[in-house]
């Protein structure tokens, strides 16, 4: 089945430092979302991008839609311990009705 | 609201067996969802809904049905449960508007089968 490719799979950050992630596919998207998922829960709504180029913050997270349709970042300034999570993005494709594609989600661990 | 509700939380099933997981939401969402989440995997479609007494087959429907009766419900039913079927699924919602279609997730249900 078709997933969206994510990156980087894992990663290990000191606290107080910014962390980056992107999703990226080669099919064209109308619509990402950005997921936050704790340990034994389901995933948590964190930011939501409807057009190409658009930049969304939350808080701390900054998110934007890729001019290509194609791609999608997310950015956390200032990394606290309670970002520990995995996050996933989800992408609706333009051809599809309201089917969404993840990607294989980013394990965040923050180091005190 | 309670949002996305699931139950069970945790399922023991032995081959062969079957089961229904529910899933419930009160915000009158239109588009319902199940997902199953395996390690390193993501979240897979199984089948989805745009409204009651619609169904569609996701990316991964054999061994799954579901219906879609009210607004509010949309079970899933395992027919003959296989350790394959292993997995954690989460039940989700959301408008059906073009520009206002975020998911919202239920808490899950964590299944084994031996």
């Known amino acids: 089945g078709q997933q969206l490719n994510q990156s980087p799979q894992s990663m290990f950050i000191q606290e107080g430092e910014d962390v980056s992630m992107n999703c990226t596919s080669s099919s064209i998207f109308n619509t990402w979302l950005w997921y936050k998922q704790d340990p034994g829960e389901g995933p948590v709504l964190l930011i939501a991008l409807y057009k190409a180029g658009e930049l969304t913050s939350n808080g701390r997270l900054t998110a934007q839609f890729g001019i290509t349709r194609k791609d999608s970042f997310l950015n956390i300034s200032a990394s606290i311990p309670s970002d520990v999570g995995i996050y996933f993005c989800?992408?609706?494709?333009?051809?599809?009705?309201?089917?969404?594609?993840f990607g294989t989600g980013t394990r965040l661990k923050v180091l005190a | 609201n309670a949002g996305v509700t699931q139950t069970p939380k945790f399922q023991v099933l032995k081959t062969g067996q079957s089961m229904t997981l529910q899933c419930a939401q009160d915000m009158n969402h239109e588009y319902m969802s199940w997902y199953r989440q395996d390690p390193g995997m993501g979240l897979r479609l199984i089948h989805y809904s745009v409204g009651a007494g619609i169904t569609d087959q996701g990316e991964v429907p054999n061994g799954y049905n579901v219906s879609r009766s009210t607004t509010e419900d949309f079970p899933l039913r395992l027919l003959s449960a296989a350790p394959s079927q292993t997995s954690v699924y989460f039940c989700?919602?959301?408008?059906?508007?073009?520009?206002?279609?975020?998911?919202?997730f239920g808490p899950g249900t964590r299944l084994t089968v031996l």
């Open positions: 989800a992408g609706r494709l333009t051809s599809g009705t309201y089917k969404y594609i």
């Open positions: 989700a919602s959301s408008y059906s508007g073009v520009s206002y279609n975020e998911q919202f």
